[in-house]
């Protein structure tokens, strides 16, 4: 049975460095779906530093919008598919076409492709519900649909893992590398 999981925390828990981790550990051809678009020079130099963290066996696509399409695609020929990340895409999807309908619909897309996928996928995103209540309708709408889309997503896969200051805890079926150290 090919597994997904999702790998979910707040900024700089260490999400994206434990995904890359579990997806080494799976032999052959490795995807990297590179969901950011760098608008800066600060988020470029973001980019650079997590593809030099990639060994030679990653391939990375960079697909900002059709993610449902790019996983379809890619997990008929590969050993293992690490998207990073979802708050990045929702972001996009955003800006592309702010229709709430729009982005209903591309989230389906991506559960479908989730559930059909054939091999297996990990999946980054940001804990956003955890902070204060934003004070633009904008933001809270971003964090709204990025609080859906994480408990869609989280409901299909097999597996969820909280990063929590650089500490994996399993929240769904977790394996025991995948749980804090609890002091008796």
Not at 10 to 33: D, N, T, V
Not at 45 to 71: C, F, G, M, N, Y
């Amino acid at each position: 049975m090919k597994e997904t999981v999702l790998v979910i925390g707040g900024c700089r828990s260490g999400k994206s460095g434990y995904a890359l981790e579990l997806a080494e550990k799976i032999p052959g051809q490795k995807i990297f779906i590179a969901t950011c678009i760098p608008h800066d020079k600060e988020m470029e130099d973001r980019v650079l530093h997590h593809k030099k963290q990639r060994s030679r066996a990653w391939t990375t696509r960079e697909v900002p919008i059709r993610l449902p399409e790019a996983i379809r695609k890619n997990s008929r020929k590969e050993n293992v598919i690490l998207v990073d990340c979802l708050t990045l895409w929702i972001s996009n999807l955003f800006l592309e076409d702010n229709d709430q309908e729009n982005i209903d619909g591309h989230i389906r897309k991506l559960i479908q492709s989730l559930e059909k996928a054939e091999c297996p996928i990990i999946l980054v995103s940001n804990e956003v519900g955890t902070g204060i209540v934003p004070e633009n309708r904008l933001a809270r709408r971003f964090r709204d649909i990025a609080g859906f889309t994480n408990q869609r997503v989280a409901a299909c896969v097999n597996k969820v893992i909280w990063m929590v200051a650089g500490i994996p805890v399993g929240v769904k079926n977790p394996g025991p590398e995948d749980q804090a150290l609890v002091i008796p």
